[in-house]
C-alpha cells in the first residue's frame, strides 16, 4: 500500500505542530459543484488562519493521500467518477488502483493511522430514520467506537434519526461534549432539541478532556466535539422540517439505498431551499474547521 503524506504535514507532525484532518467525501459527493472547490480551499484556508496544518484525506489511483496539493484537490472536487470510500472500501480501492473521496469513518481511521489527533467535518453520518427497517445506520458509528480520535461536527446529520444515533453513540462509549451549548446540534439547525450530557466553553476544556482520555487509557474511542452552527446562519426550521419531509418520501419513491442515501438527501435539501441549506452547510463546516484548528493548537501547545 502507497502512503503519501503531504511534505508539509510530514513536517508539522515530526516538530509537534498542529494539524488538522479534513475529510473529502463532503467536498466530493456532499456539495454541489463547482461550489464545492472553492469550499474545499477555504476550509484549508481557515485551518491555516487557525495556525494549524490542513491535511485533507482522499484515495487517488489506489494511493492514500494525507494532505492534497492544489491540483489533487481540484481533481477529489471535478471528477464526477470519484467513489464514495468508507472505512471498509479502503482495501479493495487500493487493490484496484480506484480513487474515491474519504467519508468520516474513511478519513478518521486514516488519519488516526498517521497520527493526526483533530478531524474537522460537517455532520457526522449516524442512524437513519426507518432504521429498524433498512438497517441503515453510517460506518461512522463503528470508528469512532475503535478510534482515538476527535471530531469537530455540527452534530449529526438532521436527515439522521438523530435521538437513535445519540442513542448509539451513547452504547459505543463515544464521549460527545457540545461546545459552548448543552443541547446536540442539529447540523443544519443550531439545535437538534435534544440534550447533551456535557458542555465545553473553550479550547482548552476539550483538550483536557483528551489528555484525560490518552491517561485513562482503554478502549479507543474518538471524542465528538458538537459545534452548532450559528443561529444568524442556520437553515429556517420550518422550511428544514418541510423540504426534509419531501426528501425522505422522495428517497423512497427513488429506491435509493446504500452509500447513495445520504448524498441525494443533501442534494435535494440544496435544490429545493433555493441553496439554503447549502450555506447553512457551509457555514457549519467552516465553524467547524476553524474550532479544530484551535483545538489542534492547544493539543500541540500543552504537549510534553
Ligand atoms: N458532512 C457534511 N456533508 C457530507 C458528509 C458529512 O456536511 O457529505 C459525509 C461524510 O463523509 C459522512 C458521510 O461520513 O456523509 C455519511 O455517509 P453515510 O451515511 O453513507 O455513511
Ligand atoms: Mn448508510
Known sequence: MT??????VRDAMAHGRPVVALESTIIA?????????EVARELEQLVRDGGAVPATVAVLDGRVH???????????AGDEKMRKLGHRDLAPAIA?????????????????????RVFATGGLGGVHRGWTQ????SADL???????ITVVCA?????LDVPATLQRLETLGVTVIGYGTDAFPGFYLTSSGEPVDWTAHDARTVVGAMRAQESLGGPCTALVVANPVPQEQQLDPELHDRVLAEALAACERDRVTGQDVTPYLLDHLVRHTDGAALEANVAAVRGNARLAARIAAVW???AH
Open 155 to 159: 452534530g449529526a446529520k438532521s436527515v
Open 96 to 116: 484496484e488502483g480506484a480513487s474515491g473521496a474519504t467519508t468520516v469513518s474513511g478519513t478518521g481511521f486514516l488519519a488516526s493511522k498517521v497520527g493526526i
Open 300 to 302: 500541540t501547545a500543552t
Open 66 to 76: 494525507v494532505g492534497l496539493d492544489e491540483a489533487e484537490l481540484e481533481r477529489v
Open 29 to 37: 459527493h456532499g456539495l454541489p459543484r463547482p461550489r464545492n472547490l
Open 3 to 8: 502512503l503519501l503524506l503531504a511534505d508539509e
Open 142 to 148: 463503528r470508528m469512532l467506537a475503535s478510534t482515538r
Open 134 to 137: 433498512t438497517q441503515d445506520e
